[in-house]
């Protein structure tokens, strides 16, 4: 869970890759390093803490000219972040530098071996062990640094993105992949190396994202040679040009990524349906589902599995699959799903769902399903992501780069998807009617204006957010289609804003919760017109006389609440199985507005990253 960024050519390397590590902080920001050729040797600079830390030491302590250069925003895995720690790391002889994202599982023993052999270390992380490995292979077996980096890979296990180049040979770059990813930006007698396309868009739309098991070496002046890992053979480039714009990766004015993003909520869920969605033809169409409808007719039940917010989106999928196309379904965390030996059959379909399409327990699972002989599907924002080379087929969301780290339109956007999957199995498999599924898709047409109207809340949000700001505890209650909801509302405010929040199903409050209601508490409460209201009502009820705070997501011209609640929030009327579209935008707002009151770092969380690319 670390970014990477490399750059070989006739630019200035150092401002590309310092700003690129800006662009990749949401993977870690713990601490982060660079080292450039400058045309004699390799000047490199690392510290603990942010790329805007980096970039004030480089500048003090190295020379930042020359062409070649790599850099890395670090969350660590092995060893404290610290300075030393940091990469990039040198090997024993000072002509290597390598900067690596993932993890080597039997770095110790290798390290015992090679501190046999003479080698030191200063750091204790694994990467240090890797590019000594490699120095060693160089030596002992008199090859290329190519080779030496096909041989080490052969040694070890573990996950891997890594960039290395050698001092003595200052015209090219050996990157590898295994299980993190790494995108080669390719320009006109240039090349860049990143964990996304983010830091090279502005100067190339032109990208080759390695596969897993496959290695490039990058060579100025010469053809991009692509070879597998195991056994050195060729592979073939498959150079991508990608849609991204620079617009889309930068604030656009706002003050964080996270606004921005929850801001861009009606663009993004329009863009989901755009093309799949046609009302005025009564269809939906997408040729993920199309191609295997099959699978889905005669699927004995969906599995889901998802971490995070994505796992949120899954829960919500269960009660529509459910309800609409009555297909039984299981939601499951992807962290469990793999290593509990769970009973898969061949007629069930797995659904994984992913924002990043890189998250490592989601993409664990999905090799267990395989193995077992389930259809994979996968739902991921990222196009190319691992997770979607990886399922049989799937469906993008198409939410556009989400940056900052707490999920908010790709969980919108996953939750369209999955209800589009819905509704067009409903209707094959005749649960709904024609005017039914008309009546959907025009109201589904009406989703992203109603996601406006709730954003127009924001105003009051902030106000009820600044009540609330130094609270230490807080609950989120819903019901039915909104106990998803309750849930993220939760997550959300506890991963930007520290405070503990718990999100719960409103019924159970009284099996256990409701003890810790009292006058200091907040409880957030989604009750909207539609799904067990009167029954939500009750609950608003019991929470008022044990004088808990009530904080009401009602539906608009709503009087029953309003006279219970301390505050209300108005979101427009829908179906009820739409409601979390609009639940969900006061809550990310709230929470949103706690954290920037709080002086949070709202974009980049303490100890979190965006992808979770380690177990
Ligand atoms: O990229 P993914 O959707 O697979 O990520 C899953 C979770 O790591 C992610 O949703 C996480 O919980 C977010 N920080 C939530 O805001």
Redesign the pocket.
């Known amino acids: 869970m670390c970014g990477i960024v490399g750059y070989i050519g006739h630019r200035d390397a150092y401002p590309i890759i310092i700003k690129g590590l800006q662009r990749l902080e949401y993977r870690g920001y713990d601490s982060a390093g660079v080292a450039i050729y400058d045309g004699k040797g390799i000047n490199l600079a690392k510290t603990k803490g942010k790329v805007e830390d980096l970039k004030k030491k480089s500048k003090e302590t190295i020379s930042v000219e020359g062409n070649l250069g790599i850099g890395h925003t670090r969350w660590a895995t092995h060893g404290v972040p610290n300075d030393v720690n940091s990469h990039p790391h040198y090997s024993n002889s000072g002509d290597l530098v390598i900067i690596h994202n993932g993890i080597i599982e039997n770095y110790e023993s290798i390290k015992k071996e090679l501190i046999k052999r003479g080698y030191t270390f200063h750091s204790d992380t694994d990467t240090e062990v890797l590019v000594n490995l490699i120095e060693e292979v160089q030596k002992t077996e008199n090859v290329k640094l190519g080779k030496a980096v096909q041989i080490a890979l052969n040694q070890v296990v573990g996950a891997y993105a890594i960039a290395v180049f050698d001092k003595k040979k200052p015209d090219e770059l050996v990157v590898a992949k295994l299980g993190s990813p790494l995108a080669i930006g390719v320009g006109e007698n240039e090349f860049f190396i990143a964990s996304d396309a983010s830091p090279f868009i502005e100067f190339t739309n032109n990208a080759i994202y390695l596969e897993d098991e496959e290695m490039a070496i990058v060579r100025l002046g010469k053809e991009i040679k692509l070879r597998k890992i195991k056994d050195d053979s060729v592979a073939y480039p498959n150079i991508l040009e990608l849609q991204m714009n620079i617009e889309e990766i930068e604030k656009g004015g706002y003050d964080h990524f996270m606004l921005k993003e929850i801001y861009e909520q009606p663009r993004a869920i329009k863009d989901t349906y755009r093309g799949r969605l046609r009302a005025d033809l009564g269809v939906i169409k997408m040729a993920g589902i199309d191609d295997h409808l099959d699978k889905f007719l005669n699927a004995n039940r969906i599995i889901i599995v ?5 796992w949120h989106a899954g829960l919500v999928a269960e009660y529509i699959f459910e309800d609409l196309a009555r297909i039984p379904v299981e939601v499951e965390y992807a962290s469990e799903f793999r290593y509990r030996n769970p009973v898969i059959h061949k007629d069930d379909v797995i659904i994984a ?4 399409g ?2 490592a327990d ?1 993409l664990a699972a999905i090799k267990l399903a395989k193995e077992n002989g389930a259809f994979v599907f996968g739902v991921c924002n990222v196009v190319g992501s691992s997770i979607s080379r990886e399922t049989h087929a799937g469906a993008y969301t198409h939410a556009g780069p989400e940056i900052g ?3 908010t339109k ?1 969980f919108t956007t996953q939750i369209t998807v999955l209800t589009l999957i819905a509704l067009k199995l409903a209707k094959e498999k005749g649960k709904i009617n024609d005017s039914e599924f008309a009546e959907y898709l025009e109201e589904l047409e009406s989703v992203p204006g109603k996601v406006e109207k709730a954003l127009e809340s924001n105003p009051l949000i902030e106000i009820i957010s600044e009540v609330y700001k130094d609270s230490t505890n807080c609950l989120y209650l819903g019901r039915g289609y909104n106990f998803p909801v309750a849930l993220e509302g939760a ?2 405010l506890k ?1 930007i804003s520290y405070i503990h929040a718990e999100g719960y199903p409103a019924a159970e409050m009284k099996h256990g919760p409701i003890a810790l209601i009292d006058e200091q508490m907040p409880v957030f409460v989604i009750a909207t017109k539609k799904g067990h209201y009167e029954k939500v009502v009750s609950n608003i009820q019991e929470i008022k006389s044990r004088k808990g705070k009530i904080i009401a997501i009602v539906t608009e011209g709503d009087v029953q609440v309003k006279e219970l609640a301390d505050h209300v929030i108005e979101v427009p009327e829908t179906f009820e199985s739409l409601t979390p579209l609009l639940t969900t935008i006061p809550l990310q707002l709230l929470s949103y507005h706690i954290a920037v009151m709080r002086e949070c770092n709202v974009d980049q969380p303490r100890n ?1 990253a965006k ?2 690319t380690v177990e």
């Open positions: 998802a971490c995070g917010t994505s769902i992913s924002q990043s890189e998250t989601t780290v707490a999920s790709a997550l959300k991963e979190l992808s979770v």
